[in-house]
Structures are given as C-alpha cells and as structure tokens.
C-alpha cells in the first residue's frame, strides 16, 4: 500500500480493490450448501444402469428381479420417460446446415456410447437404487463403434444417424480470396500438424440435482448443480409441458462448473421426469466414475495450419483445416459447433495479417458428447497461431518476441476487424508485450538458457500473445434462436433498517459474482459493502438473466448492478431533498449517510430515511411515493463482443533422458478492462493458467478402439496438482471497454486461452537443440521421448 | 458407487479375527487403513459380505529391534515410517520411500502390512521390503510362519498370504556400516504410483560390489529384482562401465506392461535412466 492518496481513498470506493469474499469464510467452515446437503421429505434416489458398449441396439430389458428389490420405487426406461419429456435437438440456426439427432432422457432402441444411461433405477437409497440396477438385464446387439476423428468421415464408415445422411455435423468455411497465390508467393511458410486431446472440467463438485414435481399445483422445483438458473428454467418448463412460472429452478452453492454444467445431460432430465412420474423429490449426483463418462468433454482437435510470412517476417497469411469429433449428437441447448467455430475464428486474431483461408469440420462419433468448456476454443486457436508464430520465428532468425512485437495488431489501430469478421474496440497487445517482458526479465532468462545449455540442462521460454470473447451480446447464441438470454437483471432494495439487498441474475459458482456485485452496489450506491446482501442463484427471486457463461458475470451483471444502484441512489436523494427541503443535486449518498455533496457533511442517516419511507410515510410532503426498491435490466449495445487481450510466458525445463517437464515459472499480463477486485481477477487468472496447463501436459480422456474410456478415474486421469504447478505472476494493463459505464470484459478464461500455446513453445524451446518438435497435447513424458528420438 | 451391504466384525486379537474369517465362510476381507479396499468397496470390485477390521488388535502394532532385525508391526502407517527413528536408522529404503507414496491425508491411514499384503506392483513398499530382503511374518490358525521376500510375490495382487492369513509383521534385516542404499521412482505427479521406480541395496566392500539387491517397480506384475543386473556389478566398480553393463542387462530382467501411453520401450528406456542414476548416487557416497 503507497502512502499517497488514491481514488480508492473515498468512502466506499470498492471498485478496484482487493476485497475478499465475504461466502469465503461460510464455504471454509463447511457451512455451504450443496446440492448433496439437500434432503427433502420423502425423497428417493435415482441410480442409472448403463451401456457397457459405446454402439448398440437395445434388444431387451429385463427389470422383473430388480423390480422385486428391497426399496424399489420405480424402474423406468426410455419409452416411459418419453411420455412427460418432449425431445431436444441442439443446432442453432446461424449454424447453417449443422445437424443432430432429437434427443430423448433415456434411449428407445439405441445406444451410441459407452457409459450412456439406459434406464433408470429409483429407490429409498442410492446404494439400494445401485443394488437394484446390478439386477437390471439388459440385452444389446453391438454396432461398430465410429472412433477415430477421421474414420467418421471417411467413405465407408458406418453412419451413426442414419437418418442423418453421414458423421458430419457442421461443415464451416472462411475465405479471404487468393490464398494459394499467396503461400505460392511468400518468402517463407511454416506448417504444422496439431492434435489436441480430449479433455474434461473436472469440477470438485460432480453434476447434481433434486427434482421435486408437485402434481396438485404442477409446479417443479429444480435445485440444481448448474450456473445458469433460467437456461434450465425455460428448458423444463418447454420440454416438460409445466408453465413457466411453476417451474422454478435453485442453484446453490456450485462447486465449480467451468462451463460444463450449463448443458442438458441425459441423467438431469430424466431425473426430472421421474420426479414427474412418481410425485416425489428424485435425487440424482453423479459420482466420479459418471462424472468422467458422462460429462462434457472438450477439445479434440486435429488442426493442420500454415503460415506465411514476407522476407521481413511480417505474417501475410494463414491457411487452416480444422477436424473436431464432437461425440454421437450435438450438446443442447448451445450446441457441439461453438468450439469450432470459435477455433477457426480466433486464430490469427491478435496479428495484423488480413489473409485468411480455414475449414472446420465438426464430425459425429461414439463417445460422449463434446461442448462448451472453459476459455471455449481458445486454447486450440492459441497455441496453433503462436507455435507457428515462434517456427516462423525460427526459420526468419528472429526473437521470439521481436517477430511478435513486428506483427501484433498496434495498439493505436482500433477498432479494427480480424479477416475472421471479430470486431475489436481497442486491445492493448504491445503494451502487454513490454510489460511481459520486463515482467519476465526475457533478456535474463534467456542469458541464462544458453548458458544452462552448455551444462546439458535444457529450459525453454514460451510466449503467446491472445484474446479472449467476453460479454457476448445476442449474436452468440440468441441469434441463432436459443433462449439464451444476453441480458441480465437486477432488483436492489433498501430495507427499513437501510440494509440493502440486490437480487441479481448473475450467479456465482465460487469464481466471487457476489462479492464483486457487493462491491459496484457499495460505491454507486454509497453504502458500506458489508450492509449490502446479494442474492442470486434462484428464479424465483431473481429476475431473468443470462448468469454465467464465456465472461460476462462482471461486464455485463455488474454494469447491470452499476445501473440499477445508480437509479436507487437518485431515488434516494430525491426522497432525502423532500425531507430535508434541499435541492437534490446538492446532496449524495456516502457511507450510508445523506451528505452535502460538496462539503460531505453528514444530514441524514440512510436508515432514517428508510425508517420514514417505510413506517412514517405520513410525514411526507403530500405526493410522495417513496421507490427503495428498483429494477434494472442491461442488454450490451455496441460490439458484439468485448474482446480482451493479454500474453503469457511459460519457463521450463525438460529432463531429456526421461521426457518429464519441470513448470518452472508462469506469467501473465492481462487486459480486461476496469479492474474491479484485483484479487479475485488473478484468482481466475491462476485457476485458469492451471487449467491450461493441465491440458498441456496431464489431462486427456484417452478412448480405447472399441470406445471405452480407459482413464475414467482421478487414479488415471491427472488433473494438475499444487506441487506440479510453477508460481504465475500476474500483472494488468487496463482498457476499459467504453460500451459500458463500468468498463469492465471478462477475466475467466484468459489463463486457459494461451497457457497451453505458451507450454508449448516452451517445450520446443527447450528441445529446439535436437532438433526436434512437438504438436501434440497433452505433451506426456512418452511423446517427448518420443519427439527425441530416444524410444 | 455405493458399496454392497456388509456385516462388520472387530476383533482384538489375532487369533478372533482368524476365527472371524473362518467362520465366514471365506467370504470376508480384512481392512486396516482402508486406503485401497474402501475404493474397492465403493466401486464394487469387492463385496465381501464381512469386513473385519484389524486395525484394533494390538499384536500388529510396534517397532522394535530383535537379534539383529527390525521387526515392524503390520499396522505401522505409512505417516510411522516416515517419523520412525528405528524405521529410518534400521529399514531406510521404506523411510527413504514413505515420501513418495500417495499424499499426507493416506498415509495418515495406509498401513505398511496393507500395502505389503495388496502388493501392487506400482507400490513403493512392496519393492523396498523385496529390496532390503525382509522377511513377512504370516499367521493362520495352525501358527505363524516366515517367509522370505524373494518367495512372497507370486503373480499380480498375489503372494505367500493364503485366503484367510494375516499378514502380522514385517522383519527387515537392519543396514550394516558397508551398505548403501539409493531409492527414486518416476511417477507424472508427486504422490501417484510411479511408472517406474527402483530401489537398491548395495554391500561395498573394498569399493566392490559383494552383494547388489537391485529392485523396480511399475515394470511388471510384481515387484521386480533386476537379477541380470545385478550380476552384471556384483565383484565389480561402480564406475561408468559398470553401470552401463547394468543398464544394458535390464531388457533381460524385464517384461513390461505395453500400453499406448508407457509403451514397453519406454518404461525399460526409464528403468534404465533411473537405474543409472541410482548407481551413480551410490557410487558417489561408496
Ligand atoms: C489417492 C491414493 C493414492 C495412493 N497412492 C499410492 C502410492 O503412490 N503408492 C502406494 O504404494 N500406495 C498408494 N496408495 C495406496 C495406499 O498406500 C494404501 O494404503 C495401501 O496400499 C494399503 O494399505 P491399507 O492399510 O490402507 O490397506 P487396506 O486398504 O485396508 O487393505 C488392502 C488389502 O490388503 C488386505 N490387508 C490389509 N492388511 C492386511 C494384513 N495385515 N494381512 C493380510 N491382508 C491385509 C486387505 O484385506 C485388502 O485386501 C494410494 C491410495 C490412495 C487412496
């Protein structure tokens, strides 16, 4: 802390500072409540049998013996469920000419991967529901699985839609114009074959939810592990025929989601339609071992590239073909194409070049679904535009970060437009870049590399320039005709003691919504933060809003939190001038007191007026209708995005005789724009630089040929640990978007967006001296071997 | 992943729990610290319909040094063998290793006699009993026997301990002043089972190798003694040539698993790395 007088110096000047959250404190003491805290009365328990096999017809079901078990309530299959459960099919319409199949909570006749649901199992308990399900027999004839990325498009290869025509889900073109003339005439391209595995999020807490279906009134009450409340909402309340109003859906405490519980999971809805068939709560929380099978995947990427480049190292061109295998249908509501799409639109993106030819096509095939995931698509667009980025560097002998410094968009440029059609307002890339570099002592690190060198200890340093989607506006996802709101809203009321409460549809998982929410209430407001409650996470008492999802709890909750604490505050004042006879514009709220505006002498107390307004309406002058409640909706106008940007820098050492990697050090310089809780931002920005780093060198669900998830358990599957993790030093340059007043874009995925790509190029900056290289995630001690040349 | 119901049974000598097993009719499974089977039990690989615990009969219990052995209580958890004085003077590769198996909150719980009895062959315990040539002391209802390390790994999760025997104690034969020992294992994380790890014993005399007990784990489906290898030092220097040959003889030795993420190139590749820098470590100290 500096001894000078700042802004933050004022009273209640929240924003920008390091506040911690005030759940913290709860969720430590084991005080939160989760989905798996919730026992209502006469709740049973759902247990799933599922496929053994990842393609198959179902011959039979035979349930007679596990009907005859002890606690059995219910056993119901596919067809039963289909009766109070109408199908869904995720495509978008701006998605032109995707398909997929309708789906259904449980299956007719068909399975098409392993692990899926078959039926369902409720009973007293779920050991007794998973007693029951043992005894289920269930008779399949297995169908050749679709496994490999290319085998689902290659002639020939079984079709597993039939009704669909092929395995191709979406096929995605983005042309320029003369591509091949330039590559035939550029100085210098560089290509690359990429492989991104299959990875998964992983969350502490697995996917959860109670189901209670009231058939007196047809109400549904849907306490559910998800982060967006009011997505589920319209989805019940459509798919399951129950007005809108009756259903109503609760998101607790969440245990982390990172994008993979906003989507419609088989298990969920027919949870919610056993609920429907019996009249009583259903519990249903996937353990690990379903968790693994069942929830989202991501990535999974084949990317052939190149890049071309003039005699002075500036990038003219880029030509890219992408493959991703997206599991046998596409996810729902948002769909299995937004990965893609996003890939193929991101990379290049914070280069000067306008050149740009890409294919994307997004295959069928038998393993589970793939979608949405943290920093969507980024990581797969980052790390192929650095790597080539940094091979180019090394066939033009120049720096790494001299080649980036000649070719990152200038900071004086905007706004601008990728040749991909994303529009950005202003970045900040080479200002980033010299903060990384003094950040990072580049100059020292790379002294000590060659000398390092000559002792036969190999570290790498690797850079990657990004940027990162933030508050999407309808284009993302409304357009294409999901009731997926943009908007979000906010209700913040003044209570008669002056406390205040902001129910908000912006929800919080653990990423600190609420605190940062409390903190723009508190200084727009002008009242202490730790008077100020903030609910959300609940559809009954909140309005509609989008929640959370690919950064925008911050931009656009919190400028939607900005406004309606703004409105409050001048019905606040105006209330105050009629009692104490004075001109509004002469008074201000601080502190929770009525203030002179420009000596800041207290006049009245906010709770004094709240008291009045409340209890001793009489007093007022005749007319006065007292509003300490307000309501507030924000939509963002403007681009359609807020792009943020930023670079890391990843140091590591590779241990050539055995393929292990030391992380040694990671850093980040970021822009999101206004700052609101510096602490919170370098929380997500850490998460997410782990997160990456998983991807980079540990995490893959690795499928067998037959389709079986092999390393389905936290015994196989690695997620990255505190003691592999290097230190990640964060620093921020701010660009604050001017389409809102608070200036704030989204912080939550640009860890995840390059730290792979940075892992990367380090990696093969360690190995560069044998001449060898690496395209593949995660980068495992066996393909680095492997890369050297030494099994 | 609910375990199946089971009926529960504590015995407090080793002579009920014997009884307690018998009269179950084989259908039983001893639990110490649980570490391994409650997973087991959750994912319904086992479903005993008795679960008796040991983990309160004293007999089991106690580290104490007894003509010129180390006799360690089969209860000894994993957390003891770190801490133990007489553990990390008399038996140090299962010191030197406790670090190494799986993270503080398990070997709070882990008994060295439940890793010793699953016997996974990725364990570090097992391989370093195998090492230093302890002696598994094994009780059923007709008495107690002992039965040397290199006679107890018979196959994957299978040893001398006969359905319904109790492993009661292990006896390590204590260091003498000319051994050295070295221990390292390469495991993608710190606290996962190693894809590969070795430990060794080495007796230098005169700045010879007399006697090399050359183990390595991960490699195979039980702990591995690297024989071939240690004939190839045993009589000789530890110098480079020495531990090139070593390194060399390993393919020999070993048979390891193939799969698409640790080919069988790669963990003998790795065995052979580790292998030479375990010599060296011990060359250096010789
Ligand atoms: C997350 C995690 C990570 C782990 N990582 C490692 C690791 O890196 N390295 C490693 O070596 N281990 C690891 N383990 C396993 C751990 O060390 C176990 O504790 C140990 O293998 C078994 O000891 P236990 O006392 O818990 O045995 P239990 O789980 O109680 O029993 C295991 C088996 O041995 C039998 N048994 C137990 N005691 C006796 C006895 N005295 N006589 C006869 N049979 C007996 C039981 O019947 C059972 O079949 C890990 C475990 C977990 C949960």
């Known amino acids: ?791 | 992943m609910k375990a199946r119901a089971f009926s529960y049974a504590r015995p407090t000598t080793v002579v009920e729990a014997l009884q307690t097993f018998a009269a179950s009719g084989d259908d039983a499974s001893y639990i110490a610290g649980g570490q391994s089977l409650v997973p087991a039990l959750a994912l319904r690989l086992q479903a005993p319909q008795v679960l008796i615990d040991i983990a309160h009969i004293p007999e089991l219990r106690g580290i104490a040094l007894q003509d010129g052995w180390l006799r360690i209580g089969a209860l000894t958890r994993h957390c003891e063998t770190l801490s133990d004085p007489l553990i990390a003077r008399h038996a140090p590769l299962f010191h030197d290793a406790a670090p190494y198996v799986a993270h503080p909150a398990i070997r709070n719980k882990g008994t060295l006699g439940g890793s010793i009895a699953l016997a996974d062959p990725a364990s570090e315990f097992p391989a370093m009993a195998l090492a230093m040539g302890v002696e598994l002391e094994i009780a059923n209802l007709s008495g107690s026997r002992r039965v040397p390390a290199d006679e107890y790994f018979i196959d994957l999760f299978q040893t001398a301990i006969e359905p319904g025997e109790l492993l009661t104690a292990i006896h390590v034969p204590v260091v003498q002043p000319s051994h050295r020992w070295a221990f390292d294992e390469l495991a993608r994380r710190r606290g996962d089972y190693a894809i590969v790890g070795s430990g060794i014993l080495a007796d230098m005399r005169d700045e010879l190798v007399a006697q090399i007990r050359l183990v390595l784990f991960g490699v195979g489906n039980t702990p591995v003694r690297a024989k071939r290898a240690e004939d190839a030092l045993r009589g000789r220097q530890l110098d480079q040539s020495a531990i090139v040959a070593a390194q060399a003889a390993l393919s020999d030795d070993l048979a390891p698993p193939d799969d698409e993420h640790t080919p069988a190139a790669m963990r003998i590749h790795l065995a052979r790395v580790l292998l030479g820098r375990l010599l060296g470590r011990i060359a250096e100290v010789a």
Not at chain 1, 242 to 257: F, K, L, Q
Not at chain 1, 349 to 366: E, G, H, I, K, S
Not at chain 1, 733 to 751: Q, Y
Request: with cysteine.
């Open chain 1, 1 to 791: 802390m500096s001894d000078a007088l700042t802004s933050l110096d004022r009273p209640n000047s929240y924003i920008g500072r390091s506040v911690p959250r005030p759940n913290a404190k709860r969720l430590l003491a084991g005080r939160g409540r989760y989905i798996t805290d919730i026992v209502l009365p006469r709740m049973l328990h759902v247990a799933f049998v599922r496929s053994p096999h990842a393609h198959a017809r179902i011959v039979g079901i035979d349930a007679e013996d596990a009907r005859k078990m002890p606690g059995v309530r219910l056993i119901a299959t596919g067809a039963d469920l289909a009766k109070v459960c109408k199908p869904w099919v995720g495509t978008l319409d701006h998605f032109k000419g995707m398909k997929s199949t309708p789906q259904l909570p449980l299956p007719l006749d068909k399975v098409v991967y392993a692990g899926q649901a078959v039926v369902a199992v409720v009973a007293d308990t779920r050991a007794l529901a998973e007693d029951a399900a043992e005894a289920v027999l269930v008779e399949y004839e297995e169908l050749p699985a679709v496994i490999d990325i290319d085998a689902a498009r290659t002639p020939g290869t079984p079709v597993i839609s039939p009704e669909l025509g092929d395995n191709i889900c979406f096929h995605g073109k983005i042309d320029t114009g003369d591509i091949d003339t330039i590559f035939a005439g550029a100085a210098h391209v560089v290509e690359e074959e990429f492989h991104f595995g299959r990875h998964t999020a992983v969350t502490m807490e697995p996917r959860a939810i109670v189901a209670d279906f009231d058939p007196n009134e047809m109400r549904l009450t849907a306490h559910h592990a998800t982060q967006t409340p009011y997505q589920f909402q319209d989805i019940y309340a459509r798919h399951f025929g129950i007005p809108e109003a009756n259903v109503r859906v609760v998101a607790p405490d969440i245990g982390g989601s990172f994008g993979m519980k906003l989507h419609v999971y088989h298990e969920d809805m027919a949870t919610v339609g056993l609920s429907m068939l019996l009249g009583r709560p259903v519990k249903y929380v996937a353990d690990r071992i379903e968790s693994f099978v069942t929830d989202i995947h991501a990535r999974d990427h084949r990317v052939r590239a190149r890049m071309a480049l003039d005699s002075e190292g500036t990038i003219i061109a880029m030509d890219v073909d992408d493959v991703t295998a997206v599991g046998p249908f596409s996810a729902y509501p948002r769909t299995s194409v937004v990965e893609g799409n996003q890939v193929f639109r991101l990379i290049g993106t914070p280069y000067r070049f306008q050149n740009y030819r890409a294919d994307l096509q997004v295959v069928f095939q038998n393993k589970v679904q793939m979608s949405q995931y943290r920093a969507v698509g980024h990581p797969i667009a980052f790390a192929v535009t650095e790597r080539l980025v940094d091979m180019a560097a090394a066939r033009t002998g120049l720096d790494p970060v001299e080649i980036r410094s000649r070719n990152l968009i200038p900071d004086d440029a905007y706004p601008c437009a990728a040749p991909t059609g994303y529009k950005f307002e202003s970045l900040s890339h080479h200002a980033c870049l010299a903060r990384l570099r003094e950040l990072m002592d580049y100059d020292r690190l790379r002294a000590e590399q060659a000398e390092l060198r000559r002792r036969n200890i190999y570290r790498g340093i690797g850079i990657a320039s990004f940027v990162e989607i933030s508050n999407p506006g309808p284009a993302f996802y409304g357009v294409g005709g999901a009731r997926i709101s943009s908007q979000d809203g906010a209700v913040i009321t003044i209570t008669p003691s002056g406390d205040v409460r902001c129910a908000i549809s912006v929800t919080e998982l653990g990423q600190g919504t609420e605190t940062i929410v409390g903190q723009i209430v508190g200084e727009h407001l002008g009242v202490d933060r730790e008077r100020i409650k903030v609910i959300t996470g609940d559809t009954e008492n909140t309005p509609h809003g989008g929640a959370v999802w690919a950064c925008r709890g911050a931009g656009i909750g919190g400028e939607t939190a900005l406004r309606a604490a703004r409105k409050l505050k001048e019905n606040v004042i105006s209330l105050a001038g009629s009692i104490l006879q004075e001109q509004p514009d002469r008074l201000d709220v601080r502190a929770g007191w009525i203030v002179d505006a420009a000596s800041g002498r207290q006049r009245i107390e906010l709770a004094e007026i709240a008291r009045i307004a409340y209890f001793r309406s009489d007093t007022l002058p005749p007319g006065t209708q007292a509003q300490l409640t307000v309501a507030q909706h924000f939509a963002p106008q403007g681009f359609p995005f807020a792009f943020t940007n930023g670079i890391q820098a990843s140091h590591v050492e590779v241990d050539v005789e055995t393929g292990f990697v030391k992380i040694l050090k990671h850093w980040v310089v970021e822009d999101c724009g206004r700052v609101i809780n510096p602490l919170l931002v370098d929380e997500q920005m850490r998460g997410g630089v782990v997160q990456g780093l998983g991807a980079a060198f540990f995490e893959e669900c690795v499928y067998d040929d037959n389709g079986q998830l092999t390393n389905g358990s936290l015994a196989d599957y690695l997620v990255p640990m505190a003691g592999e993790m290097p230190d990640i030093e964060i620093a921020h340059v701010e660009t604050p978007t001017l389409d809102t007043e608070l200036g704030a874009k989204g912080c939550g995925e640009a860890g995840t967006a390059a730290s792979p790509a940075a892992a990367l190029n380090a990696v093969n900056d360690a190995i560069a001296p044998f001449a060898a290289s690496i395209a593949q995630l995660p980068m495992t001690p066996s393909r680095i071997l492997k890369a050297l040349g030494r099994i």
